[in-house]
């Protein structure tokens, strides 16, 4: 038997991860249910806003035009939304949006499950510390907090990532390989831009620690190959950000905490205390982390040790130790909530809990089974996961359901507190969820006046003669609008609901070519019209902006596949100490 399961060990343990993933999220996909989370319906816009793209033959939209309220908004370009393609996918392969959702979480936990073992083996070549690894951070509070809690799929993503960067970093620490933590690091960008941002300082760090390394030759060139291919795999997410950001004349508003910056105590640091219990804090698993490590920590490498005080030194900077409400006026404001560092510590405490364990365990003068231990961590771990799940549910059952469609004047249900609580229970109530959005983020900072912003969201034009609002029906198309009104009066300047970040946008006035102009408040601005019906026709075009965002991408994935293959034909040296073994 124990030959047989070397002989396929790889079969047994792509196996059991998908029995796993599908394990964990089987109680929501059985209810059939979304239960509100804290940036559920942001996220829902942006996978509605590729699916109804994708059905139109769009796959690279640039704006807003199908969802986030219709008016051109370039959150799409701004956040990452390559992970949310899945979801896209999936509701339209399996044509049920809320259980399209669930399933492509199931394969994002298969993902993460995969790479946490690989990542782990690579460094350790020990089974059974990967496999066990894999079990405890997918399963963590953190992670199925993300998954359930905010349902920030950015996140989400970003975390499937972090034990490849910090293996491949390992990888460039020792042996001058880089490909492993390029892919990984380009996993993260491609996900989530805050998450990268607190991964690098991360590295930084780790390097700082061994700072040795800065001398040799050899680790600045495989450095500086990772970094272009880490380049070329992220171009999707950088170019439209550099484009958005520091090409366009527009500022756009960026997401911030409308209550200031918030160090975490350290009573609430670890959530433990009944297992039951999800959240963005760290669990069990990192405490009996930290307590193995301080037993074990004259036999841990060098390595151990450094992930050991990097995750100290996380938990510490994101408490109260550290006055973040003063830095709310600072760029570190960007960071919005300081427990987002808790990430890092996570990763290495797991790590560390289950390397230390099984090292100890080694050392005692006993017979054991990898396969039996195996099976009680699986059990154990998924058991937990299982419990939290169905705690969290009974705790949202009795919600309100979305049975009306969700508008300007009545949002989604919330507590006291001003968290969101409903519940989401089939096709009619998950389009009503996607009926308005309030969210501000990466709109034009001129178009967040007050007034502008909440009456473009409600497809509203202005008269900016005699200041009347004008209704106007639309009908969305990728990066474009049609608009449909009627005017009455004098001639008059036209702001149509749709903001606008650049000059690339063609407008077309009862079937003709027009001039506009960026009025004073961020959006589209039609001059001298006068009374009579007017249909306007809205196009953003930017080819440029899309071939710069697909071509070092596409140039990335080539090399990343020239590196593995390592054709006769490359010349020597060029990719050297570029394959990442396991």
């Not at 990268?196 to 450095?223: A, D, G, M």
């Amino acid at each position: 038997m124990r030959l047989f399961i070397n002989k396929h060990q790889g079969s047994f343990v792509y196996g059991s991860f998908a029995l796993i993933a599908i394990a964990i999220h089987c109680l929501f996909l059985w209810h059939g249910w979304l239960f509100a989370a804290n940036d559920m319906q942001f996220h829902l816009h942006e996978i509605n806003e590729l699916r109804q793209n994708i059905s139109h033959g769009s796959l690279n939209p640039l704006i807003a035009t199908f969802a986030f309220n219709n008016n051109g908004n370039a959150v799409i370009s701004l956040y990452p939304k390559w992970p949310l393609y899945l979801y896209a996918f999936a509701q339209m392969l399996f044509k049920d949006s809320i259980r399209g959702i669930f399933i492509a979480d199931m394969i994002k936990t298969f993902l993460g499950l995969v790479i946490a073992f690989y990542s782990v083996k690579s460094i350790k070549k020990d089974n059974l510390s990967a496999y066990l690894f894999a079990l405890l951070y997918m399963t963590s509070n953190m992670v199925l907090a993300y998954d359930y809690q905010t349902m920030d799929i950015g996140v989400m993503w970003s975390l499937i990532w972090i034990p490849l960067v910090f293996a491949g970093f390992y990888q460039w620490l020792k042996t001058g390989r880089w490909v492993g933590l390029a892919i990984g690091l380009s996993g993260i960008l491609l996900s989530h831009i805050l998450t990268f941002v607190i991964v690098l300082f991360s590295l930084v760090v780790l390097t700082l620690f061994n700072y040795k390394v800065l001398f040799s030759l050899k680790r600045w060139q495989s450095l500086f190959k990772g970094a272009v291919l880490a380049g070329l795999l992220s171009s999707l997410t950088w170019v439209p950000l550099i484009y958005f950001t520091l090409i366009t004349p527009v500022r756009y508003w960026t997401p911030s905490v409308p209550y200031g910056l918030t160090g975490t105590a350290f009573k609430n640091i670890f959530q433990f205390f009944t297992i039951n219990n999800a959240s963005m804090y760290l669990g069990l698993g990192s405490l009996l982390g930290i307590v193995v490590s301080l037993v074990n920590f004259k036999r841990m490498s060098k390595f151990q040790i450094d992930l050991f005080v990097l995750g100290l030194l996380l938990i510490l900077l994101q408490s109260q130790l550290i006055p973040w409400k003063n830095l709310a006026d600072t760029p570190l404001s960007v960071i919005q909530f300081p427990w987002r560092l808790l990430i890092i510590p996570l990763v290495c405490f797991s790590y560390l809990l289950v390397v230390n364990s099984i090292a100890m365990i080694r050392r005692l003068d006993f017979h054991y089974s990898p396969v039996g231990i195996a099976v009680i961590g699986t059990v154990l771990f998924v058991g937990s996961a299982l419990l939290r799940s169905e705690q969290f549910i009974k705790s949202q059952i009795n919600t309100q359901e979305i049975n009306y469609r969700v508008v300007a004047q009545r949002g989604v249900p919330m507590d006291q507190n001003g968290q969101q609580i409903y519940k989401v229970t089939n096709e009619a109530e998950y389009q009503n969820l996607l009926g308005y959005s309030i969210s501000w983020d990466y709109y034009p900072v001129k178009t967040c006046n007050g007034t502008t912003l909440p009456r473009i969201m409600q497809h509203q034009g202005f008269n900016l003669a005699n200041g009347e609002t004008i209704p106007m029906s639309y009908r969305p198309k990728p990066d474009g609008i049609y608009f449909e009104f009627n005017l009455t009066g004098k001639r008059s300047n036209i702001e149509l609901p749709f903001v606008a970040y650049d000059h690339r946008y063609q407008v077309r006035l009862n079937g003709k070519n027009v001039s506009w102009q960026i009025s004073p408040s961020g959006v589209i601005q039609l001059n001298h019209l006068t009374s009579g019906s007017y249909r306007v026709d809205v196009q953003y075009h930017n080819s440029g902006l899309k071939v710069g965002m697909v071509v070092p991408f596409i140039i990335g994935v080539i090399t990343l596949l020239v590196i593995f293959v390592k054709p006769t034909w490359l010349p020597r040296g060029l990719l050297n100490n570029g394959k990442f073994r396991h």
